[in-house]
């Protein structure tokens, strides 16, 4: 396993924008999926946006898609997401996650189960 620091987090206004990093210590020598999920409060774990270990596979939610991107500097054992026209909607605290196991289906990224390294989260809020 790895090891997850999520920083960046922040208030923000609506329409704004904040850049998340998700810094991996450990096991980095290993190729490993990573992934962004969210959680607001009394709201379930959301899918935000994963990137495969060559960041040649990557999905988006459908709330995202459009406004943020996700991005890796492997040399750097890091993972970015940018977030830009912010809405009031995406307050929540923010997990990295990590997996280096194999899965039996395609888009095993989007489904937090799938995801054996966690971070602890930072918060995003988003203000009207």
């Known amino acids: 396993q790895v090891q997850l620091v999520e920083s960046g987090g922040g208030w923000v206004q609506t329409g704004g924008s904040l850049r998340l990093s998700c810094a991996a210590s450990g096991r980095t020598f290993s190729p490993y999926g990573m992934a962004w999920f969210r959680q607001g409060i009394g709201k379930e774990r959301e899918f935000v946006a994963s990137?495969?270990?060559?960041?040649?596979?990557?999905y988006f939610g459908d709330s995202v898609k459009g406004r943020f991107t996700i991005s890796r500097d492997n040399a750097k054992s890091t993972m970015y997401l940018q977030m830009n026209r912010l809405k009031p909607e995406d307050t929540a605290v923010y997990y990295c996650?990590?997996?280096?196991?194999?899965?039996?289906?395609?888009?095993?990224?989007?489904?937090?189960?799938?995801?054996?390294?966690w971070g602890q989260g930072t918060q995003v809020t988003v203000s009207s």
């Open positions: 996650a990590a997996d280096s196991r194999s899965h039996s289906f395609s888009d095993w990224p989007r489904f937090h189960r799938e995801y054996e390294s």
């Open positions: 990137i495969s270990w060559s960041s040649d596979i990557r």
